[in-house]
Every structure is written in structure tokens, then in C-alpha cells.
């Protein structure tokens, strides 16, 4: 019989997000996602415009959970090697050494990730599906955990080159902070005035307790109805005829996952369907491709799933029992 998890396990989940909210003011709905795809093993797509404080959730998530941070600038000329690494001959030892790049680390920040060239943004394909790299035909497993936060700008085309499918579909969620609104500027004005409150920032919880809250969010119960809501869903979105391309199998998981994780952040030890619910846009939104006609039309990826959230019939209430 498999153990039960507790609610108050992920309790500490609530201290990092109230952590964190000591610098990004405002955004604890983000957050909560965010944290959702970190237990759900995942990764996070972070679009926005410049100046919204995206490098520095990052960085304020990779010191509550005390593990390392990287960043990785991407660039035209950025090479494979400059992310996974490489191998260089040792003239004292006479003998080729491993120098490892920035993906050995705990919470990897891929900045402007659509700004490098697609050999390059492939690189980190093995690194976030497999936890590993492979270099000269050497494979080597990365840090546990493992969480990649990717960037980019939704405002400037010149230069960039589109993440292909393949890659979108690597990340857990699409999540984008936005502008604050007028008392939440004010906020951060006062914050930021004598000091930044970054420096101050202590850790709340360690990285290999992160890896046990992982582990037992696989045992956040999810019903067979609920199951069945999920399936539902992605099958509407292969037939929708507004889609191109719908949810892929490793969507759907996707989906079940960041479900039992928000379950745990939410204090249940099951999934609801309102948890799917709330999910479906940021998980499934940049995995489906819409009808050129009706990109032309100005429908959106959002707007078709509201749709079909509306028209999929919801389970009856689950209580976990």
C-alpha cells in the first residue's frame, strides 16, 4: 500500500512563496504556479515584457531553496558547448578533462532563450526531458533538482528565432507576470528605496527536501473521473476545429502532474477538476497551434481552450475518499 501523503508535507511550499514575495510584490498567483511546475518536475516559460522582474524571481526562487543558480545569456553566437559543456586536452595530466557549462546546477535561468540559434536552443532538449547530458559520447547526470527557467519577449521579433514545437513542448508551464498595479508599484518603490531586499533573502527549505516533495507529490491522489476529465480534454483539443495540432500524451501528463501539485499547495491530498480547471491555459496553451485561419481571425490558443473547458462535461465532486 503506497503511503499517504500529508497536506502539511508542502507546507514549507507556503514559506517559500511568502519568501520570495519579499522581492516580487504582487505576483503570488504566479508564484504558485511556478512552485506547482518545480514539484510537478517540470520547467517554466516565463514571457513578458523587459523590466518585470523575471531574472530576479529566478534568482529569489534558487536562494530560497538554497541550490545554485546560473544564468546563461543566449545570443546569436552562443554554441551547444557553451551551454552542456565540453571537453579540453590537459597538457599536465595528458589527458582530456570534462569543464562543465552552466546546466550543472540547480535552477538554470535560459535568458531570452529565443534570441540563439536552434542547434544551440536544442542543446537543452536531453538536459530538461532526461536530467542529463551527453558530451563527446559521454553521458553525465545533472543536480537534483533540476529546473530550468527560460525567458523571452513577446514585444520584439528582430533577431529571435521561435522556439520550434519540440521545445515548447519541454516546459510544464507558460506563465507571465505582467505589469503591477498602481498600490503594488508603490510597494516596490518603497521596497527598493534604501536597499534591495534581495540581499537580505535567507533560504527556507534545502534542495534535497525539494527532491522528497516531489516524490510525494506522485502520491497526491487523482480519481479515475479525473483522470478521465484530462483525457477528455486533450482529446478535444486533436479534434478542435480551430486547432492545427492538439495536446500531446506528454501534455496530458503534464497536466495530471502540476494538478497534484497544486493539490498539495492548496492543503488536499487529491486533485479536483476545478485544479484541472485552472491548469489547462498554462499548461496546454503553447503546446497546441491554431488554424492559420484563425490566427487570422485574432482567436488565440487561450481563447479556444476556455472554449473547450466550457463544452468538456466536469466530473462529479471528488473528495478524495
Not at 516596490?188 to 540581499?199: A, Q, S
Request: with cysteine.
Amino acid at each position: 500500500m503506497r503511503e499517504k501523503t500529508a497536506p502539511a508535507d508542502f507546507a514549507v511550499c507556503h514559506r517559500i512563496i511568502d519568501n520570495i514575495s519579499h522581492v516580487i510584490v504582487g505576483k503570488t498567483d504566479v508564484l504558485e504556479l511556478i512552485l506547482a511546475a518545480l514539484l510537478g518536475e517540470g520547467h517554466v516559460l516565463l514571457q513578458d515584457v523587459p523590466g518585470v522582474g523575471k531574472t530576479l524571481l529566478a534568482k529569489s526562487l534558487a536562494r530560497s531553496i538554497d541550490g545554485v543558480f546560473k544564468r546563461i545569456q543566449f545570443a546569436p553566437d552562443l554554441l551547444p558547448a557553451d551551454v552542456t559543456g565540453f571537453t579540453v586536452y590537459n597538457q599536465k595530466k595528458g589527458e582530456f578533462t570534462f569543464q562543465p557549462g552552466p546546466v550543472m546546477t540547480n535552477v538554470l535561468l535560459a535568458d531570452e532563450i529565443n534570441r540563439t540559434v536552434p542547434r544551440t536552443q536544442a542543446s537543452l532538449l536531453e538536459c530538461m526531458e532526461e536530467r542529463q547530458i551527453t558530451v563527446d559520447g559521454t553521458t553525465m547526470a545533472l543536480p537534483c533538482p533540476f529546473f530550468v527557467i527560460a525567458t523571452q519577449n513577446p514585444i520584439e521579433l528582430e533577431g529571435t528565432f521561435p522556439l520550434p514545437e519540440a521545445q515548447l513542448d519541454r516546459f510544464l508551464v507558460k506563465v507571465s507576470l505582467g505589469y503591477p498595479d498602481h498600490g503594488e508599484e508603490m510597494a516596490i518603490l518603497e521596497r527598493f528605496r534604501l536597499e534591495d531586499p534581495f540581499g537580505e533573502l535567507e533560504p527556507v527549505i534545502a534542495p534535497e527536501q525539494i527532491i522528497s516533495l516531489q516524490r510525494k507529490r506522485r502520491q497526491i491522489q487523482v480519481a479515475p473521473l479525473v483522470i478521465d476529465y484530462i483525457a477528455s480534454i486533450a482529446a478535444a483539443t486533436r479534434g478542435h476545429a480551430s486547432l492545427l495540432y492538439g495536446a500531446s500524451p506528454r501534455a496530458s501528463l503534464g497536466l495530471m502532474r502540476t494538478a497534484q501539485a497544486l493539490a498539495a499547495l492548496r492543503n488536499r491530498d487529491y486533485v479536483l477538476p476545478d485544479d484541472v480547471k485552472h491548469l489547462v491555459v498554462p499548461v496546454l496553451a503553447h503546446r497546441v497551434i491554431l488554424q492559420m485561419k484563425e490566427r487570422l481571425r485574432g482567436a488565440t490558443a487561450e481563447s479556444v481552450l476556455k472554449d473547450i473547458i466550457d463544452r468538456t462535461p466536469v466530473p462529479a465532486p471528488v473528495d478524495g475518499a
